[in-house]
């Protein structure tokens, strides 16, 4: 499933994800930016062709963004439209609060939707710490209760996938309703093969040098670590860019794409020669 | 889990039971659920390899990033020594085995002794009107079992006082003390700028990205069991704050300090931190701590670290990670309790080495100046 949508994994992932479809527990992924994380949901949506349902978290993320909300305009609107009518106080309350005044927001959407969606709720860790509430409900028993209308019950159960930067620590709470999984920075090889899948028009010697250079400066004490994103966006740049095999004239001018820090970029230029030369040292020990 | 105190099992759900029994020996955090969850699983795949199976438990059993890092190693461990167990149908050999809580370590006993009462004697009895007032200028190597109540009263004050620290920011609140005009006036307009209810609003509480890293060194004996009280207290208070031991390397304790009263804390920490009293590498373990909680620091954290500053071990390890701390965070305080003396010179290498990355340098010695931090949070 994951190869035939390019996406270069190994048993840890694949298990992980089975088990995740398998029991129907949320598969939460932890790891450094750039690795993979989010994609994860995206290749499991395309290969099952079903929809991505995204939940960006972000500071002050409430429920009313996350669930539902009331469409407070329509309710007035219709409150409004009543007002010489002969309807009473309880039947206008139970009117107003019925499923046709609720907007639906991604969590409550990918719980009512008729065949599986794929829930993606992306950077749990910058929501805040009360927010993680929210999902216990729903990570365990897939329902939503609404003071309203009542609790609602999944119609399909979600492929849920939770990412984390590990900005904060998330609660054990969430933690023990998920599965987990924790993807690093790719090794020599599997990032070689992640560059070739991704820039088919890419020169090898070329990728193996930009894989050999992103491990060395992965090991540099750097403030932002760059990742297989940069690694792709960088192979793509210099694939398109008819370049062959990497100079200190091309990384110097290129290194924007990698490195996203000035402080990085000029210990990553001062520290250019040494670079070259592990990667000289290694692509002659292959 | 020794050797000889498991065995092969004939059927799956014994094994699942034992291994799973192994990894909580080994500090995993599994339930029920995560049992049944494999019993499930592999009732629908049978794992075909040694591979397969490893993947399997792992994303069953691991919960976190450390604990994801260690289970390749502790699950070849526990094959291996099955190997070598014997199968569960031999007679239990009844010999007694050694309780692994029979011996802590001679330090933290001696920390106990003290919190029982054992330093009584060498108290010395300091007249004074107020308890409080006396226990503010009181140096913590000086506190006798007696005085702990008062002083656990006044760090839960301190704690608390961190801990609830206002933003200028508004958020809405249904207590009625502020009355929030701007969404009074927003609400009034759905009557037609009628006043009907009052909207209220109070100030946003301050959270505290706080890191406490603690010295517990053999040069830090004196004072460490404070600080841990000091940290058990705030821990309870601000949930948030991550806290930590180090002294040849770092321990993450904040979940530690959640179990049960501070007894049990300590008898805890004395299984969780072997290493208490002994030599100490802090740029080794500040290198830990930046390796595994770097994610977690930014611009509005503030790093605490509670050292005497001796080190043994590499300078040019503390020299990274004491400037890329600066780098990353809002503020690195050092508190060192040597620095209450009026004759303190920051003149061991240690000290020397990390002055230039230190925003806040204060001594840590009594309550007052305890209280004196918390101006700089």
Known sequence: MLEQQAYVSDSSIATSIYLSMLLKKPLLIEGPAGVGKTEIAKVIADALDTGLIRLQCYEGLDANQAIYEWNYQRQLLYLKMTERMDISVQEKESDIFGEEYLLERPLLKSIRAKTPQVLLIDEIDRADEEFESFFLELLSEWQISIPEIGTIKAESIPYAIITSNRVRELSDALRRRCLYLWIDFPSFDKELEIIIAKVPNINKTLAEQITTFMGSVRQMKLEKLPGVSETLDWATALASMHIDHLSKEVVESTLGIILKDWKDIRDTQLSLDELFEKVGVQQKMK | ?377
Not at chain 2, 89 to 118: C, F, M, Q, T
Not at chain 2, 203 to 221: A, G, H, P, Q, T
Not at chain 2, 261 to 279: I, K, R, T
Not at chain 2, 322 to 349: D, F, H, S
């Open chain 2, 1 to 377: 889990m020794m050797a000889g105190t498991y065995r092969r099992q004939t059927d799956m759900p014994s094994h699942v039971v034992q291994f799973t029994q192994y990894l909580r020996s080994q500090d995993f955090d599994i339930s029920l659920r995560e049992e049944f969850d494999y019993l499930k699983a592999f009732s629908k795949k049978i794992p075909t390899s040694y591979e397969e199976q490893e993947a399997l438990c792992k994303a069953l059993f691991v919960k976190n990033r450390k604990e994801f890092l260690r289970f390749d190693e502790l699950y070849t461990t526990y094959w291996n020594r099955l190997a070598l167990a014997e199968d569960s149908k031999i007679k239990e050999d009844k010999k007694p085995h050694k309780n692994r809580y029979e011996n802590p370590a001679v330090s933290l006993k001696a920390l106990k002794k003290w919190l029982h009462g054992g330093r009584m004697e060498e108290t010395e009895e300091i007249a004074s009107y107020s308890v409080f007032e006396s226990l503010m200028q009181k140096e913590f190597s000086l506190f006798a079992e007696q005085d702990h109540k008062d002083l656990r009263a006044v760090i839960r004050v301190l704690a608390l006082r961190l801990a609830n620290k206002d933003k200028r920011r508004f958020i809405s609140s249904k207590k009625r003390h502020n009355i929030d005009l701007k969404n009074t006036i927003r609400e009034s307009l759905k009557s037609g700028g009628e006043i009907k209810t009052f909207k209220y609003h109070r100030r946003k509480k301050k959270k505290l990205n706080l890191f406490l890293i603690c010295d517990v060194s053999k040069s830090m004996e004196l004072y460490s069991k404070f600080f841990i009280e000091f940290m058990y207290n705030f821990q309870h208070i601000d949930h948030n704050l991550k806290t930590f031991v180090f002294s040849t390397q770092l321990v993450h304790i904040s979940r530690l300090l959640h179990e049960g009263d501070f007894d049990a804390v300590l008898e805890n920490l004395s299984e969780a931190v072997p290493q208490w009293s002994s030599g100490t590498c802090i740029g080794k373990s500040l290198s830990q701590f930046i390796t595994d909680y770097s994610r977690q620091l930014n611009k509005g954290s503030t790093v605490l670290i509670l050292s005497d500053g001796w080190d043994s071990d590499d300078l040019d390890i503390l020299d990274e990670s004491m400037a890329y701390i600066q780098r990353k965070c809002l503020k690195t305080i050092w508190l060192n309790p040597l620095a209450g003396n009026p004759e303190y010179l920051p003149v061991t290498k240690g000290m020397q080495t990390c002055f230039p990355y230190i925003d806040v340098f204060m001594p840590l010695y009594n309550l007052e100046s305890l209280k004196k931090l918390t101006q700089h949070l």
